[in-house]
């Protein structure tokens, strides 16, 4: 079974362009805000879906796009200035930052109540202690895929592969939350292979080209592959070499088209709720 991330992202826009109606209809126009600093090549991309995104769902999208040579006391000036408009409900300061900036002062200067990323350091307490608050759109997209494939993590041994504050750490609080028992694999792991080959649910945030061998993977596990990575030919891959692991898996996510499409969607959904408790 392909898990088709693009179908479950659309019927994910569905439901929050019906939310927007109802906002609109109170007179509230949810508002993101995107702040861009420099030409990460991954980040544009993203910019770009995003933009698309909330023009169909009817969420208006503002971004500022700042050179590389930004300082760090003019970044945060934005992001204040952000904090203090009433028109914006979300701010998203897209990672990673040039070098030379302090992303984590960056992050912990957003309002938590705009955070539409859940990185700030409150909310990513909230989701530890399983509070509701915004919560990391990849991650979070993935908890609906597998719900969508009708995989429950209740009693199944999860791995994780990456310990990143944006995917792999909030990912692990959020497979534990479901009652999965999980592992989180990282590059010290002395044997990843053999993780893997326990797991019922893999899921792979690493940024390395097909790392993990279809081979390693478990008869009947579900695999998910949050890497993007881009093959010398152009193409995009993720981390999990997919034909192999798709032969062996019971569910997969293809890249492009798996998990990349919803978390684009689960930031409108944050976006809404922010302006939904804002309101
Ligand atoms: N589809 C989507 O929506 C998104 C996709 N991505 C993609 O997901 C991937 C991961 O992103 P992100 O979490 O930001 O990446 P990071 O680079 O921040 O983290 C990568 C993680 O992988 C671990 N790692 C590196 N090499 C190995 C190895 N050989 N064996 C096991 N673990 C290893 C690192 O371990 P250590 O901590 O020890 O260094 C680290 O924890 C990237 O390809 C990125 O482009 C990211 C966000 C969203
Ligand atoms: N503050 C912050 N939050 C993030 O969530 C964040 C970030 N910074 N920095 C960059 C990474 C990366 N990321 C992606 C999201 C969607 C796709 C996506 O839509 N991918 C499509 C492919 C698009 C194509 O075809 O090129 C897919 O997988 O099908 C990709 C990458 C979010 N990130
Ligand atoms: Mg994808």
Same mark, same amino acid.
């Given at each position: 079974?392909?898990?088709?991330?693009?179908?479950?992202?659309?019927?994910?826009?569905?439901?929050?362009?019906?939310?927007?109606?109802?906002?609109?209809?109170?007179?509230?126009?949810?508002?993101?805000?995107?702040?861009?600093?420099?030409?990460?090549?991954?980040?544009?991309?993203?910019?770009?879906?995003?933009?698309?995104?909330?023009?169909?769902?009817?969420?208006?999208?503002?971004?500022?796009? @700042?050179?590389?040579?930004?300082?760090?006391?003019?970044?945060?000036?934005?992001?204040?200035?952000?904090?203090?408009?009433?028109?914006?409900?979300?701010?998203?300061?897209?990672?990673?930052?040039?070098?030379?900036?302090?992303?984590?002062?960056?992050?912990?200067?957003?309002?938590?109540?705009?955070?539409?990323?859940?990185?700030?350091?409150?909310?990513?307490?909230?989701?530890?202690?399983?509070? *509701?608050?915004?919560?990391?759109?990849?991650?979070?997209?993935?908890?609906?895929?597998? =719900?969508?494939?009708?995989?429950?993590?209740?009693?199944?041994?999860?791995?994780?592969?990456?310990?990143?504050?944006?995917?792999?750490?909030?990912?692990?609080?959020?497979?534990?939350?479901?009652?999965?028992?999980?592992?989180?694999?990282?590059?010290?792991?002395?044997? @990843?292979?053999?993780?893997?080959?326990? =797991?019922?649910?893999?899921?792979?945030?690493?940024?390395?080209?097909?790392?993990?061998?279809?081979?390693?993977?478990?008869?009947?596990?579900?695999?998910?592959?949050?890497?993007?990575?881009?093959?010398?030919?152009?193409?995009?891959?993720?981390?999990?070499?997919? =034909?192999?692991?798709?032969?062996?898996?019971?569910?997969?996510?293809?890249? *492009?088209?798996?998990?990349?499409?919803?978390?684009?969607?689960?930031?409108?959904?944050?976006?809404?709720?922010?302006?939904?408790?804002?309101?």
């Amino acid at each position: 079974m392909i898990i088709d991330g693009k179908q479950v992202a659309a019927q994910v826009r569905a439901e929050v362009a019906a939310a927007v109606k109802e906002l609109e209809a109170r007179g509230r126009t949810p508002g993101l805000t995107v702040v861009r600093v420099g030409d990460d090549p991954a980040s544009a991309v993203y910019v770009r879906g995003k933009r698309k995104a909330c023009e169909e769902v009817g969420i208006r999208s503002v971004e500022h796009h @700042l050179p590389a040579t930004t300082s760090q006391a003019e970044l945060l000036a934005l992001v204040r200035q952000l904090n203090a408009d009433p028109s914006v409900d979300g701010i998203l300061v897209q990672l990673p930052l040039p070098k030379g900036l302090d992303e984590s002062e960056i992050l912990d200067a957003i309002d938590p109540g705009k955070d539409v990323d859940g990185f700030h350091p409150l909310n990513v307490g909230a989701l530890c202690l399983g509070k *509701p608050a915004p919560r990391p759109c990849t991650p979070h997209g993935v908890m609906r895929l597998l =719900a969508e494939a009708g995989c429950d993590p209740k009693g199944k041994r999860a791995l994780v592969i990456g310990r990143s504050h944006i995917v792999g750490k909030p990912m692990a609080l959020m497979l534990l939350e479901k009652h999965a028992t999980v592992t989180i694999a990282h590059s010290r792991t002395a044997d @990843l292979a053999a993780e893997v080959a326990r =797991a019922d649910i893999v899921v792979a945030a690493i940024g390395k080209a097909e790392m993990i061998r279809g081979e390693w993977v478990k008869p009947g596990a579900v695999v998910i592959d949050v890497g993007m990575n881009r093959k010398p030919d152009g193409k995009l891959c993720g981390d999990v070499e997919y =034909a192999a692991a798709a032969e062996r898996a019971a569910a997969i996510t293809p890249v *492009p088209g798996g998990v990349g499409p919803m978390t684009i969607a689960m930031l409108l959904v944050n976006t809404v709720e922010l302006a939904r408790t804002r309101t």
